[in-house]
């Protein structure tokens, strides 16, 4: 199939399609760029994939490479081990939100390049910071609605987790959080 894009009106019209196209399993899909845009690349990539797990993974890769590029791998400004929020109130803390996550390393921060935790905010970031959600990310839309809300909302996870996660569905992932939430709750216990 051959989509030919010329203009933004064009550009944006296909992306309102992605939805559709994605479906069609045994078409090789041709889109000619006229305005040369990074983003219909990725997109024509991810939809000549025709493995499930390996466009899921292709997209993953793909979105958290945008979010370390928009934000220079340092959302939260950390120096020291303390974000910005903490180094303003002469905290004592380390880490930020992330103090209780797992996959926190002292001296390398975060090892898990988890996407719901890079689109995660406290107040004061978002008041310093353009911030970003994932329906911002044109090829985002090459995921599904859950699978959306599956990358929105697995936090503290790794990567290899979440791909899983959007595989195998929201029971999987439903389940899988649920065994997290009850090791988390003993744990403090």
Known sequence: ????????????????????????????????????????????????????????????????????????????????????????????NKYGCCLNCKYVKDGVGCISSNISCKLTYCRSAKKKLKIIKLKDIPYSNCLTILQRFILKNDYFSTREQVINDLYYGIIYYLVRSFIKGIKITFKLK
Request: hydrophobic share 25%; glycine share 0%; aromatic share 16%.
């Open 1 to 92: 199939m051959q989509i030919i894009i010329n203009n933004q009106e064009d550009y944006n019209k296909f992306l309102k399609r992605i939805k559709y196209y994605k479906y069609y399993k045994f078409t090789k899909f041709n889109i000619k760029n006229n305005i040369h845009n990074k983003d219909i690349t990725i997109i024509e990539k991810s939809l000549n994939i025709k493995k499930r797990k390996q466009r899921i993974t292709y997209l993953y890769d793909e979105i958290v490479k945008y979010l370390n590029e928009y934000y220079k791998d340092n959302i939260c400004d950390f120096k020291d081990n303390q974000c910005f929020v903490q180094r303003e109130n002469k905290s004592n």
